[in-house]
């Protein structure tokens, strides 16, 4: 698609898949659940009514299976830890149930779901930028008497950490982190789309892109911004290794060595971490993942569960949220490895449907796996829509002999 915004009908399933990854005023536990499953059921029924039959037949089987294996880690986990949290396994379903609509309505309407995620981030980082410049004179929104300031769906600033001079942006979402690994998704949608990594069609789109990941001044978002550009070199020009790589080394050099959130917070992680005993509790990324190494050593095949009774049954001082700072090792410790394994191959099989490259493949995984070392983005539906791109995305039908589930089963016709 060569338009520089989609249609608001193409818009809005994609916004309020995001909504629904992380937007503070959504996702706050007073009513998270209701609208979850309010507009996962909406949306579900909306799709029945519109689908083709044997679009949902691609999907149905990867469907079933994923919904087999939550179903048999759960039974384990109540079997062998004795306790499950439903609500938040619940939850977990209907995001993914959340992610799969999304999909399936968009191939039903013949839109590129790449393409939506790419030009809804775009907008949405130039939407942000307005409010990130207000906020470096005073924070603006709905205040909530927490660490966060949120105004609707549309924007949530964020409070400087104690030291902190400059507001961070972090867009429509619950922290800057959290901002940059959307932005940077939608980079790496593009390097697909390319087929490797090239700003392609969308110079319109990644300048305003880039100018939102560099606003939310996240240590993990520079460093794989970095990355690309490196990739980027070595893929497009021929004397990349010889004129750009040094380049590129010298301004991550510089930039690790003189931003406060670069080289002073990660090494602050890293002493944190060298002090660590198994009793201590930390929620930074490298803090986290050391704790969460001896809950997959003790269930490496079905997680330790979602509940703080089982996921945190070691550190019995855990008593609530403790903000935990890896996604990655979050999601093996919950889930297990074999689970954490088959959303990697997902997302690798998908990569290469997509880029028909496997430098460009790997690269993705590998950069996505660095995305996770920061943030839980494996609890939202954008994320665990990995899950079925592989096997929905480009499946492109004709028109003919088109048979919709709900108009077919009460025999409706429409004329």
């Given at each position: 698609?060569?338009?520089?915004?989609?249609?608001?009908?193409?818009?809005?399933?994609?916004?309020?898949?995001?909504?629904?990854?992380?937007?503070?005023?959504?996702?706050?536990?007073?009513?998270?659940?209701?609208?979850?499953?309010?507009?996962?059921?909406?949306?579900?029924?909306?799709?029945?009514?519109?689908?083709?039959?044997?679009?949902?037949?691609?999907?149905?089987?990867?469907?079933?299976?994923?919904?087999?294996?939550?179903?048999?880690?759960?039974?384990?986990?109540?079997?062998?830890?004795?306790?499950?949290?439903?609500?938040?396994?619940?939850?977990?379903?209907?995001?993914?149930?959340l992610g799969l609509a999304t999909l399936l309505l968009y191939q039903n309407q013949k839109v590129d779901f790449l393409d939506a995620y790419i030009k809804v981030m775009t907008f949405l980082a130039i939407l942000s930028l307005p409010f990130f410049l207000l906020n470096q004179f005073g924070v603006y929104g709905l205040d909530t008497g927490k660490s966060l300031t949120k105004s609707l769906l549309i924007y949530t600033s964020f409070?400087?950490?104690?030291?902190?001079?400059?507001?961070?942006?972090?867009?429509?979402?619950?922290?800057?982190?959290a901002f940059s690994g959307y932005l940077i998704l939608a980079l790496l949608f593009i390097a697909l789309k390319n087929r490797k990594f090239q700003i392609g069609p969308y110079r319109k789109e990644i300048p305003w892109i880039l100018i939102g990941l560099l606003t939310t001044m996240s240590t993990t978002g520079f460093i794989v911004l970095g990355v690309i550009i490196t990739i980027?070199?070595?893929?497009?020009?021929?004397?990349?290794?010889?004129v750009f790589m040094?380049?590129?080394?010298?301004?991550?050099?510089?930039?690790?060595?003189?931003?406060?959130?670069?080289?002073?917070?990660?090494?602050?992680?890293?002493?944190?971490v060298k002090n660590m005993n198994e009793n201590d509790v930390s929620n930074t990324r490298m803090g986290a993942f050391y704790m969460d190494l001896k809950y997959i050593k003790s269930q490496p095949i079905i997680g330790n569960g979602l509940h703080i009774k089982t996921r945190f049954r070691f550190h019995h001082n855990v008593t609530g949220d403790i903000g935990h700072g890896n996604g990655m090792s979050n999601f093996m410790a919950s889930w297990g490895i074999p689970l954490f394994l088959f959303w990697l191959f997902c997302v690798f099989k998908f990569a290469l449907k997509v880029s028909r490259s496997y430098w460009t493949s790997f690269s993705v995984l590998f950069i996505i796996i660095l995305l996770l070392q920061g943030e839980q983005?494996?609890?939202?539906?954008?994320?665990?829509?990995?899950?079925?791109?592989?096997?929905?995305?480009?499946?492109?039908?004709?028109?003919?002999?088109?048979?919709?589930?709900?108009?077919?089963?009460?025999?409706?016709?429409?004329?």
């Open positions: 698609m060569n338009k520089t915004m989609l249609s608001l009908r193409e818009n809005l399933p994609m916004f309020f898949m995001l909504c629904f990854s992380g937007n503070p005023m959504v996702t706050s536990q007073s009513y998270s659940n209701s609208l979850l499953i309010g507009y996962t059921v909406l949306l579900l029924f909306y799709v029945f009514f519109v689908i083709d039959l044997q679009i949902f037949k691609k999907s149905l089987g990867i469907f079933i299976g994923l919904l087999l294996s939550f179903s048999v880690i759960v039974f384990s986990q109540r079997i062998i830890l004795g306790f499950v949290s439903y609500p938040g396994v619940l939850g977990i379903i209907l995001k993914t149930i409070y400087p950490f104690p030291g902190e001079v400059v507001a961070r942006n972090s867009g429509m979402f619950w922290e800057p982190g980027n070199s070595l893929q497009n020009y021929k004397f990349g290794k010889l040094p380049i590129a080394i010298i301004i991550m050099y510089y930039s690790y060595y003189s931003l406060d959130f670069m080289k002073e917070k990660i090494d602050y992680q890293y002493s944190l983005f494996l609890n939202y539906p954008v994320f665990l829509s990995f899950f079925f791109l592989p096997f929905v995305y480009q499946n492109i039908l004709s028109k003919k002999n088109k048979i919709h589930l709900i108009k077919n089963y009460f025999n409706i016709n429409f004329g």
